[in-house]
């Protein structure tokens, strides 16, 4: 009999691969815009894309979850599709009617002619959310996964023959479009699925219920990742959130390629040990451990390459990003390794009624460091998500050696080993940063890179031999073929 895990884990790596290319293509499309665009075209179109994402994404949080909870069908999924429809409306709307505040809050018109452009995003998205779910709850999580990604690099193609022939900003308008209808079209056309939007108001309370708690973490998680966006976009204007924007969208990309992966392995390994405590507790340290190692080679190498990075692929006038990448990229790697390991330790144990105050405290930190700091500076912005750890960390922290055991003993040592590891490795990069720029683009940057996984890997190999040989093994569990774990 297969392993259960391997069957969670397939899945989701499947449902995530497109995930990592709509990050990675983002990431392409912000680096095409600062060599296209203005820093100020670049901010107007980062603000006018914040607050339509929050709508869109709005019309799909907790719709899709609950048909997936409930595992419905085309002919059992109406009501969900009925209700996410008139959100979506509702939602539209307001979008529309945000419009002027909003350019008049950060002084550039264009903010305002975007969002109205994009006001029906909302729609595309509530048809999504079902047929998506649908696709998942068949099994055909490869076919989902296959047009996610074609669309992602179609939209990415469509980018780059926009800019390149001049179109500047109506490019971006046309492909969030293009990328809002483009998935939802092309399901219809593969899954036929004769979807009817039904009117059921008792079970519409029933999935508003469940719909309510998710978007208000939605919302929270919105305010914590793109306040300093907002914030900026007042205090400073477009410009400054948009080098901010671009600073930070860099370290995300990286953020979500380590956390779905890594987050799918600490469940299903927490998962087959959860009625043996003291191995539960074992694998829960175990893992931090790891997570601590790989965040610090990922981030901390993040960081010294941030400046070679951005001079290389932007025009001087975005040098300032640098810093934030920098700043933002010493914060994930401190904050990624303990939530990698505290959604599943504390849902494995039952404790996730947890989870939704740890996001309101970081929320609730972050926006507070935001509203005190950004008046000084793109810099101190990205600051204020450092001042968040001062409250999630510890909480954090405690709410794992009570539920789980957690030594923080081994915690602090691990994480000044790795600490030690990554400024070593970060100092021998920056030593051979200014000779690497004689040797011709991408070869320079490639050399850095290569010369931060060198130094980083003999360091462990000296300093943590036992816990590198364990994470190789472990990590190697996520190759396609390979089991996990035993029944």
């Known amino acids: 009999m297969e392993n259960t895990a391997q069957h969670i884990v397939k899945p989701t790596l499947y449902m995530s691969t497109s995930r990592f290319v709509a990050q990675l293509v983002a990431l392409a499309i912000f680096f095409l815009c600062v060599r296209f665009l203005s820093v100020e075209e670049f901010g107007v179109y980062a603000l006018a894309s914040a607050v339509s994402a929050l709508f869109g994404q709005l019309a799909w949080v907790g719709f899709h979850e609950y048909a997936l909870k409930e595992k419905l069908a085309p002919k059992t999924i109406g009501s969900v599709l009925g209700l996410a429809l008139a959100v979506a409306v509702a939602l539209a709307v307001l979008l529309l009617l945000l419009a002027h505040p909003l350019s008049l809050l950060w002084g550039d018109g264009r903010i305002g002619e975007i969002i109205i452009w994009w006001a029906v ?18 099994g055909r999580y490869a076919t989902a996964s296959m047009i996610g990604v074609g669309c992602e690099l179609f939209g990415l193609v469509f980018v780059t023959v926009g800019l390149m022939a001049g179109l500047g900003l109506q490019t971006l308008i ?74 930070a969208r860099i370290v995300l ?16 390994q927490f998962a087959r040990v959860k ?40 025009a001087p ?23 990698i390991v505290l959604s599943p330790a504390l849902g494995t144990v039952g404790q996730e009624k947890w989870l939704p105050i740890v996001r309101l405290s970081v929320a609730a930190t972050s926006i507070a460091g935001v509203l005190l700091l950004s008046r000084y500076g793109i810099a101190a ?42 400024v070593l490795m970060w100092s021998v990069v920056a030593l051979i940063s200014e000779p690497a720029q004689a040797l011709i683009s991408p070869l320079n940057l490639l050399l850095l890179v290569v010369t931060g996984v060198v130094v980083y890997c003999g360091l462990a ?10 994470l190789y093994t472990e990590l190697s569990a996520l190759l396609p073929g390979q089991k996990i774990g035993s029944n």
């Open 174 to 247: 046309y492909h969030r479009l293009l990328l809002s209808f483009l998935p939802p079209i092309v399901v219809l056309l593969v899954r036929r699925p004769g979807l009817v939007p039904a009117v059921d108001f008792e079970k519409w309370r029933k999935i508003a219920h469940f719909v309510r708690s998710l978007s208000a973490s939605h919302v929270i998680g919105f305010a914590s990742t793109y306040g300093a966006d907002l914030v900026l976009g007042v205090v400073a204007g477009p410009a400054a959130s948009g080098i901010y924007r671009f600073g």
């Open 381 to 422: 912005a990205a600051l204020s998500q450092m001042c968040a750890l001062l409250v999630s960390v510890p909480f954090a922290l405690w709410l794992l050696n009570t539920h789980a055991d957690f030594r923080l003993g081994n915690w602090l040592r691990m994480m000044g080993t790795a600490t030690v590891m990554g």
């Open 461 to 470: 190999a000296l300093l943590v031999p036992a816990l590198a040989r364990r």
């Open 317 to 339: 006038e975005w040098a300032e990003a640098a810093i934030v990448v920098q700043i933002l990229a010493i914060t994930a790697a401190i904050r990624v390794p303990l939530y």
């Open 275 to 314: 009625n043996d405590a003291a191995s539960f507790a074992r694998h829960v340290n175990q893992f931090s451990s790891g997570m601590i190692f790989i965040s610090m080679a990922i981030f901390l190498g993040l960081a010294a390459i941030a400046e070679p990075l951005i001079s290389e692929f932007a």
């Open 121 to 138: 995003i909302p729609l595309p998205a509530a048809v999504a959310a079902s047929l998506s779910a649908i696709m998942y709850n068949e």
């Open 253 to 268: 990309v990286f953020d979500a390629l380590m956390t779905a992966p890594l987050s799918t392995l600490a469940w299903t």
